[in-house]
């Protein structure tokens, strides 16, 4: 089953939103395999956002980035990737459909409160960028046969 990294950005941190966030991952029925606070450095903010590294606006999304911890996620799914991004809504909080994480909860187009990756090939970088192997705990929870049927799992 694919597998997509997310953070809890410092604007989800701060504003008291982990909770609700991570309410609505588990409602959706999206399995949680790994979960850490860290605190990020510009190091690793560099390589996690190198697409941005030459914008204007770098430096200030590398400070809205460390200006607290942030909570790392490692999400399991069947296409995964793609349903959370559905959920995570547009880059711009006052684009962002309502009924999407961004959508219902800011209205910044920085302090977007979660990162999520934008394809498995990113999801897999991403996640070996955050998490030590041992920090993913890949298991399979007694009520898979409630969230899938048979014919979702085998395609
Ligand atoms: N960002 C910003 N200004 C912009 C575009 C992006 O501050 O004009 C920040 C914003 O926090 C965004 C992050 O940079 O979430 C990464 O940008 P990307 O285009 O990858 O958007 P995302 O994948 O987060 O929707
Ligand atoms: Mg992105």
Same mark, same amino acid.
């Given at each position: 089953?694919?597998?997509?990294?997310? #953070?809890?950005?410092?604007? /989800?941190?701060? &504003?008291?939103?982990?909770? %609700?966030?991570?309410?609505?991952?588990?409602?959706?029925?999206? #399995?949680?395999?790994?979960? =850490?606070?860290?605190?990020? @450095?510009? =190091?690793?903010? &560099? %390589?996690?956002?190198?697409?941005?590294? %030459? &914008?204007?606006?770098?430096? *200030?999304?590398? !400070?809205?980035?460390? !200006?607290?911890?942030?909570? /790392?996620?490692?999400?399991?799914?069947?296409?995964?990737?793609?349903?959370?991004? !559905?959920?995570?809504? !547009?880059?711009?909080? &006052?684009?962002?459909?309502?009924?999407?994480?961004?959508?219902?909860?800011?209205?910044?187009?920085?302090?977007? #409160?979660?990162?999520?990756?934008?394809?498995? %090939?990113?999801?897999? #970088?991403?996640?070996?960028?955050?998490? =030590?192997? *041992?920090?993913?705990?890949? +298991?399979?929870?007694?009520?898979? @046969?409630?969230? +899938?049927? =048979? @014919? @979702?799992?085998?395609?």
């Amino acid at each position: 089953m694919e597998q997509t990294l997310v #953070i809890l950005k410092p604007s /989800c941190v701060e &504003r008291c939103l982990i909770g %609700e966030v991570i309410s609505r991952i588990q409602r959706r029925g999206i #399995i949680i395999t790994g979960m =850490k606070m860290m605190q990020l @450095d510009e =190091k690793i903010l &560099r %390589e996690h956002y190198a697409h941005l590294v %030459e &914008r204007p606006f770098f430096p *200030e999304l590398c !400070a809205s980035m460390m !200006a607290s911890p942030v909570v /790392c996620l490692v999400l399991k799914g069947v296409d995964v990737v793609e349903v959370f991004r !559905a959920m995570t809504g !547009a880059t711009n909080g &006052r684009k962002a459909a309502p009924g999407t994480l961004r959508g219902d909860f800011c209205m910044s187009g920085q302090a977007n #409160i979660i990162h999520a990756s934008d394809s498995p %090939e990113n999801a897999k #970088i991403e996640i070996a960028r955050f998490f =030590k192997p *041992e920090e993913v705990f890949d +298991y399979v929870p007694q009520n898979l @046969d409630f969230l +899938y049927a =048979k @014919d @979702d799992l085998n395609q």
